[in-house]
């Protein structure tokens, strides 16, 4: 057993207590994003309650108040990924539109013809897409690690002859959202680095559940979503080294990130707010902020054994049940966050995720925004349960009870 | 609870599809593709005196998808071209509108087993699949016969 008590943590979540189709929610999408704990609810309210204004322009007390609020936020956020300077810490809307910051501001100025990018096959279309664009805009070619099977791997054999000079960028995920895979992403990142490329870790589904530390990970930029970590939507975080965001031109203009503006120009405002333009999600920043308070009060390392605890708990319990389920993934929970990608030969992974919601169980199913991954493998989708501190050993036992279900409904296509 | 929407019609037809396979000599053929779950099919017939003479299809997805398109197959088969674009219309309606089953046409009476499918929105794409398809292939033909 482990230092976290999950029935108790269950009783910050409102939501957890809701029935759905008259039976207890058992909440398993928790890789497309979590619940919040009452807290970070509270502290939205809070905010909108006591002391709502713009930040950074105003002289008058609200004004101040709310500017200090998001900076304290901003504060947290740093210590949390372990960045000494906060100012390297930029508030976007999600992952996404960091990584977009990424490939507008630093891509389309430093990639040529020619030059390649280097991906794995398992990313999530938010790490594919942006790159492709700028792939067109700029010339480059994009290149792909492989990965060797349902088993979840990157063929690392395969780096020396995809790692060249000609690779100006290494983007890759800390962890797979549909294989659960944790990536070594800090190897990778030292031999990206020793062909000197750049290197862009994806953590939007790392940082939620490992203790990350960007003084160690050897990422040149690590984007995240406050979402998928108990905070609210509309918030994401870019982090960069200090001496790399200053050399990167804005990405979007307006408001706030300007320092002097004449009819025909501008210079741009200090770090964060250069990537920072328009009113800001203060409020989103400061539930964040509140988010991570209630993580480091849980601890990391305890939600990490806890997920672990409860992976191989549903590994176990689902291959026992249902001898001819397909698990996705690799097999030893040291090497894989809580995600749990499965097939029922015969059944498809739609009929999969209604079934179980008439069960009261949500799950995610279909291609997890990884069509390349799916199309490698040559199917349609998968179903996947994704698991958070708050979940429990009963909970997956809901989730076999009610595949049970699908068998008992499908159970000439099983056969 | 689950056996409402699951209704042993709609597994029959997913698990015993009818008219599958091609035609020959198809008039018609066109793909359906759902881009958001991956289902997708080929749906082809022959037409003769303005009448879905044959009808096939081919495909793969989850079973409300491939049962709707089984059904419609069999509702269809001998049907005027023009009653046929009816029926997909009435169907559509049905399932778009939250109307009842009982309002269906009679050759569409079997398919008011997927009624239950319209209090899943994402889920009555699946079942609109085919129907799609087939009023995407009755334009075909129009254009062809112009």
């Given at each position: ?194 062909v000197g490329a750049k290197v862009l870790v ?40 200090r001496a790399l965001l200053e050399t990167m ?147 997956v036992d809901a989730l076999v009870a009610s ?13 | ?146």
């Amino acid at each position: 057993m482990t230092a976290l008590n999950p029935d108790r943590l269950r009783l910050d979540f409102p939501i957890l207590s809701r029935k759905i189709h008259g039976k207890p929610l058992v909440y398993l999408d928790n890789a497309a994003t979590t619940q919040k704990p009452m807290s970070v609810i509270m502290s939205m309210t809070a905010y909108y309650e006591r002391t709502n204004a713009n930040v950074h322009r105003g002289v008058h007390t609200l004004s101040q108040e709310a500017t200090s609020l998001m900076e304290q936020s901003r504060d947290k956020v740093a210590a949390f990924i372990g960045a000494p300077d906060p100012a390297t810490v930029i508030f976007t809307r999600n992952a996404t539109e960091s990584i977009n910051l990424v490939a507008y501001s630093w891509a389309r100025k430093n990639l040529k013809p020619g030059d390649e990018i280097l991906l794995t096959e398992m990313e999530h279309h938010s790490n594919l897409i942006p790159w492709q664009m700028a792939a067109q805009a700029t010339g480059a070619v994009l290149r792909f690690i492989p990965v060797t099977g349902w088993d979840g791997f990157l063929d690392l054999s395969r780096l020396d002859g995809l790692l060249t000079p000609r690779t100006k960028l290494l983007a890759v995920t800390q962890m797979s959202n549909v294989l659960g895979t944790i990536n070594p992403v800090t190897e990778l990142a030292r031999r990206a680095h020793a062909v000197g490329a750049k290197v862009l870790v994806d953590g939007a589904q790392s940082a939620p559940h490992l203790a990350v530390d960007v003084k160690t990970l050897g990422a040149d930029f690590f984007a995240f979503s406050a979402h998928k970590m108990l905070g609210p939507t509309g918030l994401g975080v870019l982090w960069a080294p200090r001496a790399l965001l200053e050399t990167m031109e804005p990405f979007l203009g307006g408001g706030d990130m300007i320092s002097q503006v004449w009819p025909d120009r501008a210079t741009w405002n200090e770090l964060p707010y250069k990537f920072e333009a328009g009113t800001p999600n203060i409020t989103g920043a400061i539930a964040f902020g509140a988010a991570i308070d209630y993580l480091n009060q849980v601890g990391m390392d305890n939600i990490r054994a806890h997920e672990q605890d409860i992976t191989g708990y549903a590994l176990g319990t689902l291959k026992d049940r249902f001898p001819k389920i397909v698990l996705h993934g690799p097999a030893d929970v040291a090497q894989r966050g809580g995600v749990v990608s499965f097939e029922l030969p015969g059944v498809h992974p739609h009929d999969i995720g209604t079934i179980l919601d008439r069960e009261g169980v949500a799950v995610r199913a279909g291609h997890h925004c990884c069509q390349v991954l799916m199309k490698k493998f040559g199917v349609a989708g998968t179903a996947r349960a994704s698991f958070y501190l708050y979940n429990t050993r009963a909970e997956v036992d809901a989730l076999v009870a009610s595949l049970g279900q699908v068998e008992r409904l499908f159970v000439p296509s099983v056969r | 609870m689950t056996d409402d929407l699951y209704r042993e019609v709609i597994l029959d037809h997913f698990r015993h599809p009818r008219n599958q396979g091609a035609l020959e000599a198809p008039d018609v053929k066109v793909q359906g593709v759902n881009p958001l779950c991956g289902d997708s099919l080929e749906l082809m017939f022959t037409v003769k005196e303005a009448k879905i003479a044959d009808i096939k299809m081919t495909g793969n997805g989850c079973s409300i998808s491939q049962s709707s398109a089984s059904m419609m197959t069999e509702a269809l088969k001998g049907k005027a071209l023009g009653e046929s674009e009816a029926l997909a219309k009435a169907f559509k309606k049905m399932m778009l509108e939250n109307g009842a089953a009982e309002d269906l046409p009679e050759d569409l009476e079997e398919l008011s087993a997927l009624e239950g499918v319209q209090k899943y929105p994402v889920r009555v794409k699946c079942a609109l699949l085919a129907w799609n398809t087939l009023l995407q292939g009755l334009e075909e033909w129009k254009g062809k016969t112009k």
